[in-house]
């Protein structure tokens, strides 16, 4: 089947291109450091800094380059992001001052969208029986990526030197990009006149109004891993202080995205044959519930075991509201639709750190556990509970 062969590839370029996103994160502060940052706080500041940059910029332009998808067709854009994120990732080997990697990646977000074209695409050619599973599988490659990613580019970084690692991943985004550009294929049909003549709709955002539960769902899910991933390295020096601590604290970080590449098709797939709502409720309610062991936990154990478990739901999260996107959106504002999606997955991002380093300094580490947990728990609610969301799919699915 042909869209079995394009989730293949997409998933393929996937794992590339997040691999290639992470495997500059391991050593980032001390690329920093050698462009002539030393002082202890600067370094702080700097690496915050440039490392937030790139979801500042994708946050804002990614529904622009949905809409301009949907004009002109999803490949063209996954080609435009590939292409763009190859440039600028080659070009930060070669800057000499912290404020020139700060330039490249914020214009590195600004040509970031691949991931969500690609679930775009994805999801306009799979049958709708098949989409919790496809994009669940879809989603996999990115996670293996970013999993995969951070270890191979401390160990490249060593071998090779800092510089050489951005070539080296620039080249490697070149590479996935051309292999979709000649692998995968779309029919894409231009919006007619009449379509074109309602856009007082879309300025409007009346067509996707219906999917802000949706958008805040991805919000909040984002606001969820992230509010305690950066810190909990920090979490588990409290719970452990034998020997291998950069070991166990990579196992703890690691954990929750490994039990993502169990959770996503599993879930996905139940939620084709029950439905991607129930999915999505019991997700929320169930990965809220993992935080009380990791908020409880005397040691590492009991810590590893939440992690996993709140991969697994976490995991089943993102597969359910994307199917939900391609069911509740126009299918002429189908890309928009997922732009606006992946924006609010990007300020999750943003908005995750701030949350957790906010309540961690003021109220103590493990009520960060506890405020994600409350968030969670009134999404679910929010979305349990939305009428018009609930009449709308199963109109759907009549």
Do not use: C
């Not at 998808?69 to 800057?95: N, Q, S, Y």
């Not at 040509?111 to 029986?129: C, H, K, R, W, Y």
């Not at 139940?270 to 009380?292: S, T």
């Not at 943003?350 to 960060?368: C, E, K, Y």
């Amino acid at each position: 089947m042909a869209w079995k062969r394009t989730l293949w590839i997409l998933w393929a370029a996937n794992f590339v291109m997040m691999a290639g996103m992470n495997l500059v994160i391991p050593f980032l502060p001390l690329y920093i450091e050698s462009l002539g940052v030393h002082h202890i706080a600067s370094l702080e500041r700097w690496s915050s800094w440039v490392f937030s940059a790139q979801f500042v910029t994708s946050f804002l332009f990614q529904p622009l380059w949905g809409a301009m998808a949907d004009r002109h067709g999803r490949k063209v854009m996954l080609l435009r992001a590939g292409f763009g994120m190859g440039v600028m990732t080659g070009l930060m080997g070669l800057v000499g001052a912290p404020w020139e990697l700060l330039v490249l990646r914020l214009a590195n977000g600004l040509f970031s969208g691949f991931i969500s074209m690609a679930v775009s695409l994805q999801a306009s050619v799979t049958p709708d029986e098949d989409s919790g599973s496809a994009l669940g599988t879809l989603q996999t490659g990115g996670i293996a990526g970013s999993l995969i990613g951070p270890l191979i580019g401390g160990w490249l970084a060593e071998q090779l030197g800092y510089h050489q690692v951005f070539f080296l991943t620039g080249g490697l985004l070149f590479v996935a990009t051309v292999i979709v550009m000649l692998f995968v294929h779309e029919q894409h049909q231009p919006r007619p006149k009449a379509v074109k003549q309602r856009g007082s709709r879309l300025s409007g955002l009346r067509d996707l109004r219906l999917l802000f539960p949706v958008f805040v769902a991805s919000l909040v899910t984002q606001i969820g891993m992230m509010s305690i991933e950066p810190i909990v390295t920090v979490y588990a020096k409290t719970l452990y202080n034998g020997r291998h601590l950069a070991l166990i604290a990579g196992l703890v970080v690691a954990a929750t995205g490994i039990a993502n590449l169990i959770g996503a098709p599993t879930l996905g797939r139940l939620g084709d044959r029950i439905g991607q709502r129930r999915i999505l409720v019991g997700a929320l309610v169930m990965a809220a519930v993992m935080y009380v062991p990791q908020a409880l936990a005397h040691g590492i154990p009991t810590l590893l075991v939440g992690r996993f478990l709140l991969g697994l739901f976490i995991g089943g999260m993102i597969p359910s509201l994307n199917v939900l996107v391609k069911k509740l959106a126009p299918p002429e504002h189908l890309a928009t639709a997922y732009g606006f999606n992946s924006s609010s997955l990007f300020l999750g991002n943003l908005i995750g750190p701030l949350i957790g380093g906010m309540v961690a300094s003021t109220f103590g580490i493990r009520n960060v556990f506890y405020v994600t947990m409350a968030i969670l728990l009134v999404n679910a609610a929010m979305i349990a509970f939305n009428r018009r969301l609930g009449t709308s799919l199963e109109h759907e699915a009549a």
